[in-house]
């Protein structure tokens, strides 16, 4: 762990440690600077814990206390006992996975088009894409939600599948063409000089190099799908996905169990980004060659 | 050499591509998991919404709803529960059994709602009173729904707030003159103010304008629109906001603030309220609002149970039947702090909250002063550009100082242009002309 | 659309093919974006123009928007949010990156911890964001305890903490967008650049100016067009924080719909919100037009 990166400069004169030196305050500075930022990012996860474990009265008290003094676990539990906590779990996790499946396959194909040919078009297809982003969810669920009335897929988690999915497709295929831009090409046209087909140097070669970028574009697809409501309230009925189901109701609950809630919506897509993390960087400072 | 890779690095590409599919194909097969706790008829609901209050509300289905068996599915934005009642029924693909709320947000749904005249001599046998059926209605001939419980607005008092009450005043029958001087006298002492406002993007405060600071102060809302006892009212508003906790703007449920100690004193829903007292009533109490030179005005909130055309009306009528029932009346009551809509003796063992709030609608429905105000009857989907109008007025004249006179002068063109648009009758306490123009 | 110069690997075909097989691989994303948003987007833009439910055509929508006494502070709103937080998300973003590419001890651990906010969904960010700057949160609940005196941050008299409260939160809660897209894209720069610059004697800055960034165009460009097009559509934090007294051109859209159930006037509000991304992001393609169009090696 302690390869030189931040490097001193290179004409150093043997017996003179100040680049030594100067090596090891930036190393240190870096660690400064990366807890800092971890304070940063890291306190309010840890301040909406401590809310969410405290008992009702403890969250009224002034100054709040800056650690769990009033630890309950009443509103949790009583959160945790709601009607449809647990079909809510199950619903958003088909519609997590279903979204994260349909977007990568018709995505990558997409993303992999734009990076490496050059064709008519490609400017406003990538408008086209963006397009649908740009229009707030609300004014397209409703028309949406007509049409799966009619086609039978209302209120099931198709329905919230397929809204994602389109929802997701920009993300999926911007990330992934940027970076099938950086796979070389000569290890492509290797592969295929070895006598791959087009399709099996794609995913013998290209794939697993694309991986990081697959990989961020999951973890946006999945924390996307997981923590979408408008969409989702508006497309289901008895069928919700957790947030829909949980967040609806929070914003007119009081503020114990809006914590509780934030939390238990926090924690699923935590481990979902502890499990891509991996892929993300697991060539991290593997040369491509 | 090469052809046998080439062959098996088609493959492989292919086959995790086949599986991919087949991954997706079978998630897409599969069936969702139900999240109303399934059952024969939905309730589906506005009402009821936040955790505690929709798990007391299940329990009452569960125990007073006999012969079916309910799943309940709440939506707390009206505009949601608008939207997916209107889609189901446009499709004819209902799955909504019992559509309740307040009869606001059923307004603008008058054309989906099925006509449920034949239930009204049952609800006429469980005691619920005429006036109130004749609201379900909603200006058509037909019942369109049955009235289900009632609520209305007061003011909580944090019991450390009566040292500052001005001397010689009743607290149970305060003026807006000396509710004002409470709120000005508190605030020197303190140091800061310590009353609160629901002026939050959810706080119900356009009903406090509707309701109560219009009504009393000028016997009308929109026929005395533009009248000088309007600008009395309102310029009252602008002196009690200066003396509001200034974080009131983020406020939409004033038990929390209370129950927190950042405010002493508030005007609100009760069921906003009620949790508030929860753990010291001995340390509370609550009173009707003020009263102004017109008298006390005062709104009452009605919430009825709909069936949506299409819907299954034989499952449906049961659950509004049994709903109807005095004894699940008043455990709704104990429960939730939504009045009975039928003539039931209270009981007296009511949880500390509920009994203080009881005894505050008691109060304001029987002043001598009384005067009752609705909320906005007819205007269907106009009621929230409605209610908009006052918040507008609000902002201009509390948060950004504008003249009351000059400001009302503005918004009454709006009002008209809404007004004009739904062709109402007025409502109460407004004198019911034919058709409701601002004055 | 000019045919560039990168060199596309497309395979000698045996037999002449009328279209680009990039047509084949786009083809399924336009077939589903069409059957699912084509309708839903016809029915939208009718909205803004007609009177009603499919009324005659009508801009009173429009002028309806407009006279709005929240629209044009909705407008400078969301204007400036957007300028002052892109570029400080990008300079974090950029840091935090740069941090974890000299990899200190636990840079795993740190990258997890940076990540977080990703998963945190816009309505819990506002709420958490509101339990620190509330009357009675913890920010002021550490000033007590330090003996200082509480402020009120959020309150409508006191607009620049206001401001800074949702810049904070907004920075907080999506800067990890930008982070994940940079780092997986810092993943795909090969080493050896890097190095052969090193032997030739360009300093740290040198060389992250004139190796790292240009190859890392193509991610920032993704990062921004998207992260831009987001923060046209993102309210929750501010309405959590602010009430209504710091409206943004997209909880005006919701406001419209939902509280005051006119999806005219919504529709119209989602239409300049839709104007002003398209326009941002042609801004951005066409400014950051990647010449190279691939890493030449």
Known sequence: MTAPTSTPPRAA???????????????????????????????????????????????????????????????????????????????????????????????????????????????????????????????????????????????????????????????????????????????????????????????????????????????????????????????????????????????????????????????????????????????WGTTIR | MSQVLNASFSRRGLLGLGAGLAVASTLAGCAGASTSGGGDVTFFSTQFAPVEEKQRFEKILTEYVKDVKVGFNALPSAADFNT??????????????????????????????????????????????????????????????????????????????????????????????????????????????????????????????????????????????????????????????KNCNPASTNYEFMQEPLARGEVLVAWDHVARLVAAPKDKPEDWIMVPAPIGDKGLGYMLIVAGMAVPKGGDKAQAAKVIKALSAPAAQVELLRQNAFFPVVKADLPTDLPGPIKLAAEAIEKQATSPKALLALPPVGLGAKDGEFGQVFKDVFRETCLQGADPKATITKYATNLETILAGAKVPCWAPDPAADVCKVG | MVEATGPAVVAPSRRPRRLSPAFWLILPSIILMLLLFAYPMFVGIRAAFVEGDGGGFTMANWARMVNDPQFWPAVRNTVLLIVVIIPLQFLFAMIMALLLQAKPRGSAVYFYLWAIPLAVSDLAAGLVWLSIFSDQGYLNSVLVDLGLQPFAWLSYQNPQTQFLAVTLAELWRATSLVLVIVVSGMQGIPKDYDEAAAVFGANYWQRLWQVTMPLLRPSLQVALILRTILAFQTFAVAQALTGESFPLLVGETYRWYSALSNPNVASAYALVIMAVSMVTAVIYLRALRDESRQVKR
Request: aromatic share 12%.
């Open chain 2, 84 to 241: 997916q009642l209107k889609s189901q029924v446009d499709a004819k693909k209902v799955s909504i059994g019992v559509a309740a709320a307040i009869h606001g947000d059923l307004a603008p749904l008058g054309d989906y709602l099925d006509n449920v005249d034949d239930l009204v001599a049952d609800a006429k046998a469980a005691g619920i009173t005429d006036d109130l059926l004749t609201l379900g209605k909603m200006g058509t001939a037909q019942q369109k729904y049955i009235p289900w419980m009632q609520a209305s607005y007061v003011v909580c008092v944090n019991k450390k707030a009566l040292e500052w009450l001005p001397s010689g005043a009743d607290v149970n029958a305060l003026t807006y003159d000396q509710f004002l001087q409470w709120a000005v006298d508190a605030n020197k002492a303190n140091g800061k103010p310590v009353f609160g406002f629901p002026a939050g993007p959810k706080g119900l405060y356009h009903r406090f304008f509707q309701g109560y600071l219009l009504p009393s102060f000028t016997g009308g809302v929109v026929s005395r629109w533009t009248s000088d006892d309007a600008v009395k009212g309102w310029t009252w508003m602008q002196e009690f906001w």
């Open chain 1, 13 to 283: 004169v043997p017996v003179d440690y100040a680049p030594l030196r100067a090596h090891r305050r930036n190393r240190a500075l870096i660690q400064v600077g990366c807890v800092l930022i971890s304070l940063f990012m890291a306190v309010p996860i840890y301040l909406i814990a401590v809310a969410s474990f405290s008992t009702r009265e403890g969250l009224n008290q002034f100054p709040q206390p800056l650690w769990p003094k009033n630890f309950g676990t009443e509103t949790m539990a009583t959160f945790l006992q709601s009607t449809g906590i647990v079909g809510g779990l199950i619903n958003s996790l088909y519609v997590g996975v279903g979204t994260l499946a349909f977007s990568s396959l018709i995505g990558a194909p997409a993303g992999y088009a734009i990076a490496r040919f050059a064709f008519r078009g490609k400017d406003p297809y990538q408008l086209f894409l963006l397009f649908t982003r740009a229009l707030p969810i609300v004014v397209l669920s409703v028309p949406l939600a007509g049409i799966f009335l009619q086609v039978g897929i209302y209120d099931s988690p198709l329905a919230v599948i397929l809204l994602h999915t389109a929802l997701a497709l920009p993300t999926t295929i911007l990330i992934t063409s940027s970076v099938f831009l950086a796979v070389p090409v000569d290890a492509e046209e290797a592969a295929r000089i070895f006598g791959c087909t087009p399709v099996g140097a794609f995913v013998r070669v290209v794939l697993p190099l694309a991986l990081p970028g697959m990989a961020a574009a999951s973890i946006f697809t999945f924390v996307m799908s997981w923590n979408e409501v408008l969409g989702a309230t508006i497309l289901t009925f008895s069928q919700r996905t957790l947030p829909a189901q949980v967040l609806s109701s929070l914003s007119d609950s009081p503020l114990a169990f809006r914590f509780a809630g934030g939390l238990v919506l926090v924690i699923p897509a935590l481990i979902f980004i502890a499990l891509m993390r991996k892929y993300l960087l697991n060539m």
